[in-house]
C-alpha cells in the first residue's frame, strides 16, 4: 500500500533553494523505494516573501503549513532585509511560523561522523562515538515571562525578565524527550539548576515523575553548569538530554559545535499535534548563495529527521542516513567540511552522489 504525505516546502532565501532541491531528489528517491509518495507544495517565507508579499509570514504560507503532515524548511535571512524594522524581519516570520505552528519541542542531533573527526575541535579519543539528542523547550521559560521590560527604579533601571514553567509544560516537553530516548540508546538526562532556582525544582520534580510511565528509559539529573564541563569533558555519556528555553538554546550550539561542521546538522521541532518543522541548524549562508558551494546535508538529514520524527517512517529515514554514510565513505566532501585527500564536489554533485548511493 503506498503511503502519502503532503509536505510543506520553504525553500526561503540565500542557499535555501539549492539545498531544497537536492533534499527533494532524495526524498522522492526514497519514496520510490519504499512505495510512499511525497505531494510537495512551495511555500515563500522570509526575505523572498517580504520581497513577494511585504510580509515574512504570509497568511496563505502558514494556511499551508497547517494543512500539511510535515514542513521541511531551508533557512532565511540575508544582508537586503538587515535593516528593515523588527516587524518585517525574515526572523520575524520564523518565530510566527514556531508559534502559529505551536512548536513547544526543538531537538537537535549532534553525531560525529567518523569521516569528519577532524573538523572537531575536541582530541579524537574524546569526540569518537558521540552521539547526542538535545531536547530543548521551545515556547517557554526566560525568553517567554511576564512581567519583562526595562523598569525606572527609584532613579535607576532595572532590567526584568522572568523564569516561569508550568507543570503541563515540564510534562509536554518531558514526554518528548522520554519518547525520543526510547528511539536511541534510552538513556535521558535532565539538565536544571534545581540547586539555585525553585522554577528548576518543579522541573526536576516533574521529570522524576514521569519516568514512571517510561521504565525503558534510565532517567538522571545533571546541573546545567555541571552539564555544560561534562558536555566538553566527556560528551560520550550523554544519550539523550532534555532542558528548559534558555539552557537548550546554550548546551544545544554547544552540543553542535562538538562535530565542528555546520553544514551537517539538522534539526527538528515539533508540537503536540499538526506537523512539525524540520530544517538545517545553518543559516542562508548569503556568502555562497547561488553558487552552488553549499553543504545540502544538514537539509537531507533534516528530512531524513522529518521521515523519523514527524511521519513515523524510520526505514525511510535509515536509508538516507546510510546515504550520506556513504557518500561520505566514498570521500566527497563541500567545500565546508574538504580535508586533504578528498574529493571535493558542489552542491548539485553532492545530490547526484547521493542519489547513487540510493540507487
Ligand atoms: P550562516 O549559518 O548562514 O553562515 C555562517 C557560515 O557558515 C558562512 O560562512 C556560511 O557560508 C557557512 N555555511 C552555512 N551553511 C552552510 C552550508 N550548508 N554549506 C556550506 N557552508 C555553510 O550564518 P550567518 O552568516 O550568521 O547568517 C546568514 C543569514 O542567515 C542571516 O541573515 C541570518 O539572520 C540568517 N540565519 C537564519 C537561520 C535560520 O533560517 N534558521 C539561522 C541562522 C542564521
Known amino acids: 500500500m503506498t503511503q ?27 519514496g520510490t523505494k519504499l512505495g ?34 510535515a514542513v521541511l524548511l531551508a533557512a532565511i535571512g540575508g544582508y537586503k ?45 574524546i569526540i569518537e562515538g558521540v552521539d547526542i539528542m538535545v531536547v530543548r523547550e521551545l515556547t517557554g521559560g526566560i525568553y517567554f515571562g511576564q512581567p519583562r521590560g526595562i523598569f525606572d527604579a527609584n532613579g535607576d533601571q532595572r532590567g526584568v525578565n522572568t523564569l516561569a514553567y508550568t507543570g503541563s509544560e515540564i510534562d509536554r516537553i518531558g514526554r518528548v524527550a522520554f519518547e525520543a530516548a526510547k528511539k536511541r540508546q534510552g538513556r535521558l538526562c535532565s539538565v536544571d539548576k534545581a540547586n539555585v532556582l525553585e522554577v528548576s525544582q518543579l522541573w526536576r520534580d516533574r521529570i522524576t515523575a514521569l519516568a514512571a510511565d517510561y521504565s525503558d528509559v534510565e532517567l538522571s539529573h545533571m546541573y546545567v553548569d555541571n ?28 552540543a553542535a559545535m562538538l562535530t565542528g561542521s555546520i553544514g551537517m546538522l539538522p534539526s527538528a521541532s515539533l508540537g503536540s499535534s499538526g506537523p512539525g518543522v524540520f530544517e538545517p541548524v545553518h543559516g542562508s549562508a548569503p556568502d ?36 550520506v554514510d556513504a557518500v561520505l565513505n566514498q ?3 563541500t567545500g565546508d567540511i574538504m580535508a586533504d ?10 545530490g547526484d552522489v547521493l542519489l547513487q548511493a540510493l540507487a
Open 331 to 333: 570521500g566527497y566532501r
Open 227 to 254: 552539564a555544560a564541563m561534562q558536555l566538553l569533558r566527556w560528551p560520550k555519556q550523554f544519550d539523550t538530554i532534555v532542558t528548559g528555553n534558555l539552557f537548550g538554546d546554550i548546551l544545544s550550539d554547544a
Open 81 to 125: 532585509w538587515d535593516t528593515l524594522p523588527r516587524a518585517q524581519r525574515p526572523e520575524t516570520g520564523l518565530l510566527g511560523l514556531r508559534s502559529g505552528l505551536q512548536l513547544f519541542a526543538n531537538l537537535r542531533p549532534a553525531t560525529i561522523l567518523p569521516q569528519l573527526i577532524d573538523a572537531s575541535s575536541l582530541k579524537r579519543d
Open 288 to 323: 555562497i548563495a547561488g553558487q552552488d558551494k553549499a553543504n545540502p546535508l544538514a537539509q537531507v538529514l533534516s528530512a531524513a529527521m522529518m521521515l523519523r520524527y514527524g511521519l513515523n517512517q524510520p526505514a525511510a529515514a535509515d536509508m538516507i542516513e546510510t546515504a
Open 36 to 69: 510512499i509518495q511525497f505531494d510537495f507544495t512551495e511555500a515563500p517565507i522570509g526575505g523572498c516573501a517580504i520581497d513577494a508579499t511585504g510580509n515574512p509570514l504570509p497568511d496563505e504560507t502558514l494556511a499551508t503549513c497547517r494543512q500539511s503532515d
Open 4 to 30: 502519502q504525505f503532503r509536505i510543506t516546502l520553504l525553500p526561503g532565501d540565500g542557499i535555501g533553494p539549492e539545498i531544497t532541491a537536492v533534499a527533494v531528489d532524495v526524498l522522492k528517491a526514497v
Open 341 to 350: 585527500g578528498m574529493q571535493a564536489v558542489g552542491c548539485k554533485a553532492m
